[in-house]
């Protein structure tokens, strides 16, 4: 119930294609959806975050699309650069007994070919 | 200051041995977790501080790691008589409040080696 899974475990995008990352999860507590990016050797750093009562977040070329009733959410990556290529993580913030956790996902190494 | 800072970047440690590692939440920031990150790529939960109080400490493997958040001090991670399956990158991360859409501020991590 605490598990967040993420698809695919790698992909490859040309220069200006669309990436897409979807991420699914059973726990209806979860309260918070952020998505990271880690380069090697870094940690990972908040790209954006959704809240369940919201279909839709835009910032930028990165769209977060959020379907509460099948419990899933997905990244979108518009105009991809080679610079985008890294690892992104979907989590999910468990808010049961006041925790503060996230759970993430395994992970999605992204490679974006010039 | 600005960033988490985590230190040190790499620790080896032989098998046995004790491995310490620190973390300096950003400035005002009230919480700080402890995350491990193995090859896969999985991100395992260790524990969490409010202030120097723990605040959730259900992913700490009890018998033989610890942690400490004391005033005016980095934050520490603490393991004892290490194994090799406890090589991991360990990262920290702060937030500045309690609260839905507070989002977590990651560091490097500590990329821990055990021979």
């Known amino acids: 119930q605490q598990q967040v899974k993420q698809s695919p475990q790698s992909l490859i995008v040309q220069k200006g294609g669309i990436s897409i990352i979807n991420c699914a999860y059973e726990?209806?507590?979860?309260?918070?959806f952020p998505w990271y990016q880690q380069f090697p050797g870094k940690g990972p750093a908040l790209l954006i975050a959704?809240?369940?009562?919201?279909s839709e977040k835009k910032e930028g070329r990165f769209t977060i699309s959020f379907n509460k009733s099948a419990k899933q959410f997905s990244l979108h990556i518009m105009d991809s650069q080679p610079g985008d290529s890294a690892t992104y993580f979907c989590?999910?913030?468990?808010?049961?007994?006041?925790?503060?956790?996230?759970?993430f996902g395994k992970g999605t190494k992204l490679t974006v070919n010039p | 200051g600005e960033e988490v800072a985590q230190t040190p970047k790499h620790l080896v440690r032989g098998e046995g041995q004790k491995a310490k590692l620190y973390c300096a939440p950003i400035?005002?920031?009230?919480?700080v977790f402890w995350y491990q990150q193995v090859l896969k790529n999985e991100f395992k939960f260790l524990i969490s501080?409010?202030?120097?109080?723990?605040?959730?400490e259900t992913g700490m493997p009890k018998e033989r790691f610890s942690a400490k958040c004391l005033p005016n001090s980095p934050c520490s991670l603490e393991i004892q008589a290490t194994k090799l399956e406890d090589s991991a990158v360990y990262f920290c991360?702060?937030?500045?409040?309690?609260?839905?859409?507070?989002?977590?501020?990651f560091g490097d991590g500590t990329r821990l080696s055990i021979l």
């Open positions: 991360a702060s937030s500045q409040y309690r609260g839905l859409t507070q989002p977590q501020h």
């Open positions: 726990n209806t507590a979860f309260d918070y």
């Open positions: 959704i809240r369940p009562d919201v």
């Open positions: 989590a999910a913030r468990a808010a049961q007994g006041g925790s503060e956790k996230l759970v």
């Open positions: 400035k005002g920031h009230s919480y």
């Open positions: 501080f409010q202030n120097e109080n723990v605040f959730d």
